[in-house]
C-alpha cells in the first residue's frame, strides 16, 4: 500500500485495531508508550530510526532516554507487530499483524519509503538453493533497495 493512494487513516486504525487483538490473544499490555511507539511508526511508510521515535516519544511526555524508545520497538518486533529494516537500521510497522507471513521489504533510495509484500516464492527459491548446500536457513531478512514509483517518476 505504500506506494499506491489508499485510505492512510483506515489503513493504520486497521492495524491498530489488529495489534491490541493480537496484545490480548497473547496475554501482555500493549502500554501507552507501546502504542504511542506503533502509532509512529504507522504515521507513513517509511522507516523510522530509534532516535526519531525516541525524540516523538518525548515530546508526548514519555521521556528521553533511549532505552524508552528501545524497549517499545523491541517490544513491538517481539509481537509481530513491526519490523526492523537492517539496512537503514530502522524500523517500520508490520502490515499484517497476527498472521504468520514471510516479508520482503522494497525500500526507495531517494524517500525510504517502504512497502511490505509476501516473500513466500524467493524464501522457497532460497531454501532450494541452501538445501543443495545442505544449508538450513533459520532466519532470512529479504531488502530490495530502488526507487518508488513517485521518485521514478511513475504515475499510478
Do not use: W
Not at 23 to 42: F, S
Not at 52 to 74: I, S, W
Not at 87 to 96: E, G, I, S
Request: glycine content about 8%.
Amino acid at each position: 500500500m505504500a506506494f499506491r493512494s489508499h485510505d492512510h487513516d483506515g489503513c493504520s486504525g486497521a492495524v491498530l485495531r489488529r495489534a491490541e487483538a493480537l496484545a490480548t490473544t497473547k496475554g501482555v499490555r500493549l502500554t501507552p508508550v507501546r502504542q504511542r511507539t506503533l502509532e509512529i511508526l504507522l504515521r507513513a511508510h517509511r522507516a523510522v530510526g530509534a532516535y526519531e521515535v525516541l525524540e516523538e516519544l518525548a515530546r508526548d511526555g514519555f521521556g528521553n532516554q533511549p532505552p524508552v524508545a528501545y524497549r517499545a520497538l523491541d517490544f513491538l518486533v517481539e509481537l509481530g507487530l513491526a519490523h526492523r529494516i537492517r539496512r537503514l537500521n530502522a524500523f517500520t510497522a508490520c502490515m499484517h499483524p497476527g498472521r504468520e507471513h514471510q516479508p520482503v521489504f522494497f525500500i526507495c533510495r531517494t524517500c525510504d519509503a517502504i512497502a511490505e509484500a509476501q516473500a513466500e516464492p524467493i524464501r522457497s527459491a532460497a531454501e532450494t538453493a541452501a538445501s543443495g548446500l545442505g544449508f538450513v536457513i533459520e532466519r532470512m531478512n529479504i531488502e530490495a533497495l530502488g526507487l518508488c514509483p513517485a521518485c521514478a517518476g511513475i504515475s499510478e
